[in-house]
């Protein structure tokens, strides 16, 4: 009983610890991430001529493209 | 804080007190003998929160702000691979979040704060089985990166390029179907959590919730698609991440160690520590999360694959899976905390133990109670404003996995079921407004669903064991497909259908045909029979015509090497969603097309 309590008390205190780290790292990149999305997206319609994100530059989508 | 209510009883009589700020029901029975009473309490309404104004405004802004970004991105929607895989554009750190927000949704905190509920610390086998097999696909690439290789959009599709349309379109309904009953108690989690947290008394509030949740969630996935289920599981990920960790230092700062401790030993005894010991989980159950949550959760679920297809590379794919792990961990070990200090908070609260615990100290049988144990924990313990962020960011957790699902279950509809069937005449357009139409249907399917079905069961093994019905067969159809050369679409088929089999583990078919046999035997069985099928049909019934996917087991380190975030690559990734489910190359990867042999 003592030592799965003390494994879980561990256990808890590393996960949150990682969490915390894991976090500031995924939002910082993640942060970058959203707008490097964004930029290959408008890339790939470009590329494809299926028409840019921006509203007033995109001619109506063919069918099937 | 808590309020604390007069209790009366009357045998075989419903009572209710009501004070200045609740109500409360509770019900006395006499047992069959007459020789003593059992307590059944229907519900617990209003219990004093410290939710306010201040709460609801910040609340209302995440969704405001929610539904904006839905509006916003939907610019970046042009076709099917937009819509589904984001263009397959997502990089390292965002395909983590992305990942980690849509699976640490609320069901997942609802679900793992009942378990942590109702098995103590042992509960928490769940998380460390999770994380580590996380961590060897992420080592390995067991399944997924073949997956991501082929540039499949969903796991049906690659049903069909490795054994023909009839088992994509068998593989894409048990998928979906399976995967819709496995999302039909979120609404109604969801709602649970809401009015609890908040305090909502109102009867009818549950169902106003869920009306009120389902119809934000549809508007912004049905516009936005993947892009804004990225965006959102983002900000998910980032509201919640940090109001989880404050929420559990708060929680333990509050009970303390010890504390928790007493009340999982008076509660559950040593099954309570011990996730081996046979009063509590025992080790079939061990071996059915291992399958479940260890395999066929991670390299199985659609809508985790999915992430995967999503990935710019395959280096992105090792690295998701292998940083998800953490996340995998957390996902269930943080809930179950506070679970567990739900339950010790109650415990030594004498107006709440006499709701949640019977006389003689043993829980509620009632699944719709436990699940509001947590959130009527943290309504007590956190601060004004602090409960709004936690309902914010809680709200953002709901509506990811629900996003995330919804856009999931619609896009096989139409990706692998309307598109086969047309034979291969839909357009990318036309598939696009299938699967928006899909999603509607769904989400009216999830509110009658949600005010009908009685879960009298665990939420998690209810979840367990819809999603076996897809994943028992599955698993062995994508191991064999991937991994054995043999494998036919006889087998595949047989496999597939023997999903049904986990039918029999939900508590209400177990009752209508008198089974006395638990879920996890049930789940186990099913997934034997299914590999047992697949072998011996593959074996007995050869494919005259075999199909084979070029080289997409084989492990090339030198190929996931040379793919890289690097900007330049990017350029080169081509966009493959077809409209037909045909062969398509994923020139990043720069790996060969694959090649009937």
Known sequence: MNAWS?????????????????????????????????????????????????????PPSEPGA | ??????????????????????????????????????????????????????????????????????????????????????????????????????????????????????????????????????????????????????????????YGKRFGPKVRVVGAVMLAGSGILNMGMFLKAGA???????????????????????VIVL????????????????????????????????????????????????????????????????????????????ICSNAVWQTTVMRACAADSVATVRRLYAWSSIGFLIRSLIPQFLG?????????????????FTPDGALVDDADLQLQAMPIFLSHILPAGMIGLIGAAMLAAFMSTHDSYLLCWASVIAYDVAVPLSGGRLSDRACLWIARGVMVVIGVFLLVW????????????????????????????????????RASRTGAMLALLSGFGALMGLTPVRDALGMDVSSEIVGLSVAGLSLVLMVGGSLLFPDKEPILLADAATDDAATDDAATDDATTDDATTDDATTDGAATVDTENTEPPETPV
């Open chain 2, 450 to 485: 949600g005010l009908w079905y009685p879960l009298g069961q665990n939420l998690w093994d209810y979840m367990a064991i819809t999603g076996a019905i897809y994943f028992s067969g599955a698993f062995a159809v994508l191991l064999g497909g991937i991994y054995w050369p």
């Open chain 1, 6 to 58: 003390e494994f879980w008390k561990g256990l808890i205190i590393v996960s949150l610890v990682c969490f915390a780290l894991l976090s500031v790292f995924v939002m910082i990149g993640g942060f970058r991430d959203v707008f490097a999305m964004f930029r290959r997206i408008d890339r790939q319609h470009e590329q494809s001529g299926r028409g840019a994100s921006k509203p007033e530059q995109a």
């Open chain 2, 340 to 356: 567990i200090c739900a339950m010790a908070y109650i415990w030594n609260d004498d107006s709440l133990r006499s709701t949640f």
């Open chain 2, 192 to 214: 649970l959590f809401v009015t609890a947290l908040t305090g909502l008394s109102d009867p009818t509030a549950v169902n106003w919730v869920m009306t009120g949740l389902i």
């Open chain 2, 219 to 294: 508007v912004y996935t049905v516009l936005g698609g993947m892009v804004s289920v990225v965006i959102t599981d983002y900000l998910q990920f980032a509201l919640l991440s940090v109001g989880m960790l404050l929420t559990c230092y708060l929680a333990w700062d509050k009970l303390g160690w010890l504390q928790l401790e007493q009340a999982v030993a008076e509660v559950h005894g040593d099954a309570g520590m011990d996730p081996f010991h046979a009063d509590g989980f025992g080790l079939s159950y061990v071996m059915w999360m291992v399958f479940t949550v260890g």
């Open chain 2, 1 to 158: 804080m808590a309020e604390r209510f007069p209790v009366e009883r009357e045998a075989g009589s419903l009572r209710s007190r009501t004070s200045g700020r609740g109500r409360l029901l509770w019900c006395v029975e006499s047992d069959a003998h007459g020789t003593g009473q059992r307590l059944q309490y229907r519900t617990t309404n209003r219990i004093a929160t410290n939710f306010t104004y201040l709460d609801w405004l910040i609340v209302a802004v995440y969704l405001a702000g929610t539904v904006a970004i839905g509006l916003y991105v939907n610019r970046y929607i042009s076709g099917m691979s937009d819509y589904v895989v984001a263009g397959r554009s997502l990089r390292s750190s965002l395909a983590i979040a992305t990942m980690i927000g849509s699976e640490l949704g609320l069901v997942t905190v609802m679900y793992s704060a009942q378990m942590g509920l109702t098995g103590g610390f042992s509960a928490m086998h769940i998380g460390i089985i999770a994380a580590i097999s996380s961590l060897i696909i992420g080592l390995t690439g067991f399944i997924v990166v073949p997956l991501r290789r082929l540039g499949v959009i969903t796991i049906p599709e690659y």
